[in-house]
Nanobody, 117 residues
């Protein structure tokens, strides 16, 4: 099962980018969708997640700058990233948790976001 992510790229500090990720129909009960990121030499960290019911959780470093949303069908998640900083440079991974107990987890391949100073 492959999550289809789009967006990312190179932007100057203060700029904006938008990431999108679509879960294929073969994944049932996509309960939580979101994004994580990993910078070189660092551990993967939470960026933002959103449940099917609309409950949102942001990583501390992106609060107030990033906005996560989910389409009405609940199968596509978007991440609007504003006021980007060089520290946001990382590979961003789409994540889906599914199943009755959120015990099924899927990852996208990752998309590079580079913010120049």
């Amino acid at each position: 099962v492959q999550l289809q992510a789009s967006g990312g790229g190179l932007v100057q500090a203060g700029g904006s980018l938008r990431l999108s990720c679509a879960a294929p129909g073969s994944i049932a009960s996509t309960n939580v969708m979101g994004w994580y990121r990993q910078a070189p030499g660092k551990e993967r960290e939470l960026v933002a997640t959103i449940t099917r019911g609309g409950r949102i959780n942001y990583g501390r470093s992106v609060k107030g700058r990033f906005t996560i949303s989910r389409d009405n069908a609940g199968e596509t998640v978007h991440l609007q990233m504003n006021n980007l900083e060089p520290e946001d440079t990382a590979v961003y991974y789409c994540n889906v948790k599914a199943g009755i107990f959120n015990d099924l987890e899927y990852w996208g391949k990752g998309t590079q976001v580079t913010v120049s100073s």
